[in-house]
């Protein structure tokens, strides 16, 4: 069975047990240790403009009049690639992070919708795959499909999603044609249809989420620098951090940078993103994640600032 036979197969398929590994279920999973989040002398202006930068560079904003897309369902991880050792050390640590997140882990049996894959060429792979699996790009569009391809350095990341009503009910989905010149624009619908002047109280569920690394980026990466980068692709839509940015903010984004160093593991920026994305309003739309993670990351900072040093 060919590498892409199997990916497909295993994304919808595959069930795997839980990893019965008993850990704290922490609401912050920050590590004081990690980084100095704002340095001795950095005014808060300069801190900020640092954080709203490099939010600016990872996040994918949603669709025109969308909200930004999360995890609603329980995840079911899934690694191919790897061997079962480092397999279940990858999806021990990945739900420890999503739990960290109050994402729900499904239990025993449950079947992937969070699959990662080491494969030899992930570009090939990416295309085969949508011939081969072509439901699995059913909700994207052509330029979201290009900005797969666009990896950085042999990742590529991309989930597919659902537009729901907040209270988790489906809609109606209806393509209003527009002649001559317009491009055809969808339309969600609610039923029974209540008339209203507010704005459409809508949310955008993410229901598969696939990683792809090449394993010629995997030696001298430990599994919690794969786990925690997985991580970060699969609960929120962001991108790596392109060759030459400069790192003056640490991000698991930058593992596969040549450029330079990564953490290792989801730094105090990393975990500031994932908690004011999951902290939002479900319909909060993208413009709103860069004023939460600020938020989130000062917060912190004052927390940590102001802890009495190991020394006292």
């Known amino acids: 069975m060919s590498q892409s036979i199997r990916f497909a197969v295993a994304l919808s398929t595959l069930a795997l047990p839980s990893i019965l590994v008993a850990q704290p279920n922490s609401d912050d999973r920050f590590d004081a240790a990690d980084e100095s989040i704002l340095v001795l002398g950095e005014r808060e202006k300069e801190a900020r403009q640092r954080i709203n930068h490099i939010t600016e560079v990872i996040v994918r904003d949603p669709r025109i009049d969308q909200p930004i897309a999360r ?11 790897m061997s079962a050792e480092y397999a279940e050390a990858l999806i021990w640590q990945m739900e ?28 090939a792979e990416v295309e085969g795959l949508r011939k081969s699996a072509p439901w699995l790009f059913e909700t994207l569009r052509d330029y979201e499909f290009k900005r797969i391809l666009n990896g950085n350095n042999g990742t590529y990341a991309w989930h597919s999603t659902k537009v729901k009503e907040v209270d ?3 809609f109606t989905v209806k393509v209003l044609k527009c002649f001559p010149s317009c491009p055809p624009r969808e339309v969600y619908t609610a039923d029974p249809f209540m008339a209203t002047r507010m704005a459409q109280q809508i949310r955008v569920d993410m229901i598969g989420s696939v990683v792809i690394i090449e394993k010629s980026r995997v030696p001298g990466k430990t599994v919690r620098q794969l786990a925690d980068y997985v991580s970060m692709r699969s609960f929120a839509s962001v991108n790596d951090i392109p ?5 003056t903010t640490p991000t698991i984004l930058s593992l596969f940078n040549n450029g330079g160093l990564a953490p290792d593991g989801l730094s105090q920026f990393d975990w500031s993103y994932l908690k004011a994305l999951y902290n939002l309003p479900r319909t909060a739309r993208g413009a709103q994640i860069h004023d939460a993670t600020w938020s989130a990351y ?15």
């Open 71 to 81: 995890q609603y369902d329980a995840i079911c991880i899934g690694i191919l690639g």
């Open 96 to 123: 420890d992070n999503a739990r960290a997140l109050k994402i729900r882990v499904a239990p025993e049996g449950c079947r992937v919708n969070t699959l990662a894959a080491f494969v030899e060429n992930g570009q």
């Open 298 to 312: 000062r917060k912190r900072a004052l927390k940590l600032n102001a802890e009495p040093s190991s020394d006292e």
């Open 243 to 247: 060759a030459g940015e400069p790192h």
């Open 168 to 170: 988790e009910k489906d």
